[in-house]
């Protein structure tokens, strides 16, 4: 089993930055890959960015440019960066690890943009 837990969410002006941090805890060393999701209501929950462990990121192209996910094996944290915060970034924003046969996920964190 693998815990996630969020933080770094929060209320920002359109053109600012956040940077949401995810600590996972339990079976850490079966993990694959890490990344961040959001979901608005009544939307999919979508890919935001990815990483696999030692390998390169995956973006999702409407954040390419803006957001950089980082990881910190040290600490066993993934981190999100998020620059030039767009209002269409409104979404609650959730943790991702995966084993390669089991997905887990956090109890996300609100991110607001306003304009």
């Known amino acids: 089993q693998v815990q996630l837990v969020e933080s770094g969410g929060g209320l920002v002006q359109s053109g600012g930055s956040l940077r949401l941090s995810c600590a996972a805890s339990?079976?850490?060393?079966?993990?694959?890959?890490m990344g961040w999701y959001r979901q608005v209501p009544g939307k999919q929950r979508e890919l935001v960015a990815t990483?696999?462990?030692?390998?390169?990121?995956n973006y999702v192209d409407s954040v390419k440019g803006r957001f950089t996910i980082a990881r910190d094996y040290a600490k066993n944290t993934v981190y999100l960066q998020m620059n030039s915060l767009k209002p269409e970034d409104t979404a609650v924003y959730y943790c991702?690890?995966?084993?390669?046969?089991?997905?887990?996920w956090g109890q996300g964190t609100q991110v607001t943009v306003s304009s």
């Open positions: 991702n690890a995966g084993d390669g046969s089991t997905t887990y």
């Open positions: 339990g079976s850490i060393f079966s993990i694959y890959t």
């Open positions: 990483q696999r462990t030692g390998g390169s990121a």
